[in-house]
């Protein structure tokens, strides 16, 4: 049973902290997203990677950052971090290997920037 | 970049009616469709997808639907439950872009189904 996990279901912040968030997958996956998730906006990819140190932006990356030093770790920084990153964000995982494309999603962070 | 659109963004049927959530996308080259759904607090998770050299899937009560002229799926749920009840999520991939592992969302549909 693939599990992902991610380091804080609720996360309140000021304007201007560094801030982490943090997702580990159990399945060795290749693939890893973040997403953020608005209402009427449904999930938006911030950054993906599909090996360890690589990444790729997607397709809201401004005011974000991601570092993937091992393979099921993969973390989302705000480096100046602003009300409008008030949201909830979700990581997910994949392998590229059988004939599943699913992605497993994490429980979700909801980070509150005030 | 592909965009895909989703309607409507809410829905409200009654149990054991049918509901009927439709997508568009942008992308020709997209070839991978896969519809989440995401109960009330939880995550999202994987429900049904179709390839494009697929028309139809089935799976019990869910069914997917896929013509690739008019560049538009759909999913639909017969004779609805409560349990349905949640936001539905579709999605396209084109495996050019990143791979099938990278896909763009829709904007979501909440489904309420009325006891």
């Known amino acids: 049973d693939v599990k992902v996990t991610q380091s804080s279901r609720y996360l309140v912040k000021r304007t201007g902290e560094k801030v982490f968030l943090e997702c580990v997958q159990d399945?060795?996956?290749?693939?890893m997203f973040w997403y953020r998730q608005d209402p009427g906006l449904g999930l938006r990819l911030i950054y993906f990677s599909y090996d360890v140190k690589m990444k790729e932006k997607g397709d809201i990356p401004e005011g974000y950052s991601v570092s993937r030093e091992k393979k099921e770790r993969f973390s989302l920084i705000l480096e100046s971090a602003s009300t409008n990153q008030t949201s909830m964000y979700l990581c997910a995982s994949t392998s590229p290997s059988g004939h599943s494309y699913e992605q497993y999603f994490g429980p979700g962070t909801r980070l509150t920037v005030t | 970049g592909e965009n895909v659109e989703q309607h409507p963004s809410t829905l409200s049927v009654q149990e054991g009616d049918s509901a009927v959530i439709k997508c568009t996308y942008s992308d020709s080259a997209s070839n991978y469709f896969p519809w989440y759904k995401q109960e009330l607090g939880k995550r999202p998770q994987l429900i049904i997808d179709?390839?494009?050299?697929?028309g139809e899937k089935k799976d019990q009560r869910i069914a997917v639907t896929l013509n690739k002229t008019a560049k538009h799926f759909s999913l639909h749920i017969t004779e609805t439950q409560p349990e349905d009840s949640a936001v539905y999520f579709c999605?396209?991939?084109?495996?050019?872009?990143?791979?099938?592992?990278?896909?763009?969302f829709g904007t979501g549909t909440k489904l309420q189904v009325i006891p």
């Open positions: 399945m060795d996956h290749e693939n």
């Open positions: 179709i390839r494009s050299n697929v």
């Open positions: 999605a396209a991939s084109n495996p050019n872009s990143g791979g099938y592992q990278k896909v763009t």
